[in-house]
């Protein structure tokens, strides 16, 4: 159980393009999903939190406007990575939890390139 | 700030022998404590998961939490090659849409 689906796995395209990233809880409602982003051999960090039905919140640094994320459902959100530049070449990890004390599931990760 | 630590390592132990690796946090308030294994490119997977105080066994892991020390462990028994990864502690207090605070993480290298 508690299997969580993102994709896709791997993303390559041109600077200046969108990029939205799924995340799906498969065999679980989700309460909150979090967008991690992680750079090589550093360690994760937190993106923003988000609630279904709610707006997201977003940590200190991470630009709203820039990393869009949808929670509309109990079991589908979505990171789209707005007008994406080389810098924001990383690993996107999304994890989904079902309840409060519940440990936080983890995606496979986005690998986004940006040329 | 809540903090979350763990010494980054590498930890190396020879292949069979018991792995410890540790973690401590700042926060009285935190009620979950969560292990997760990260393999070099790939996301975390989560091991163990313990909310009270004492020792908690599954297969070749045990995780230890001591709540008045704010500390919490991780015990591997006979390691293996395969369980050289990144092992992550993280930390959360109970409640709804609390997020979750990572350490940084401990390198466990077994040689074989």
């Known amino acids: 159980g508690a299997v969580v689906s993102q994709h896709p796995s791997w993303v390559i395209c041109k600077s200046g393009t969108s990029v939205k990233i799924e995340c799906r809880s498969l065999?679980?409602?989700?309460?909150?999903m979090f967008w991690y982003r992680q750079f090589p051999k550093q360690s994760l960090m937190l993106m923003a939190t988000?609630?279904?039905?709610?707006?997201?919140?977003?940590e200190q640094g991470v630009e709203k406007d820039k990393f869009l994320i949808n929670h509309a459902s109990l079991t589908l959100s979505t990171l789209t990575v707005t007008s994406a530049h080389p810098e924001d070449s990383s690993f996107y990890i999304c994890?989904?939890?079902?309840?409060?004390?519940?440990?936080?599931?983890f995606g496979d990760g986005t690998r986004l390139s940006i040329l | 700030q809540k903090e979350v630590e763990q010494n980054s390592g590498p930890l190396s132990v020879p292949e069979g022998a018991i792995a410890s690796l540790n973690c401590t946090y700042s926060?009285?308030?935190?009620?979950?404590f969560f292990w997760y294994r990260q393999y070099s490119g790939k996301s975390p997977e989560l091991i163990m998961f313990?909310?009270?105080?004492g020792d908690k066994e599954d297969g070749r892991f045990t995780a230890q939490l001591n709540k008045a020390s704010q500390y919490v462990s991780l015990l591997i028994r006979d390691s293996q090659p395969s369980d050289s990864a990144t092992y992550l502690c993280?930390?959360?207090?109970?409640?709804?849409?609390?997020?979750?605070?990572f350490g940084t993480g401990t390198k466990l290298q077994v040689i074989p």
């Open positions: 994890s989904a939890r079902e309840s409060g004390n519940q440990p936080q599931h």
């Open positions: 065999d679980f409602q989700a309460t909150t």
């Open positions: 988000s609630n279904e039905g709610s707006k997201a919140t977003y």
């Open positions: 926060d009285r308030g935190s009620q979950s």
């Open positions: 313990i909310y009270s105080n």
């Open positions: 993280a930390v959360a207090p109970i409640g709804g849409y609390q997020k979750v605070t």
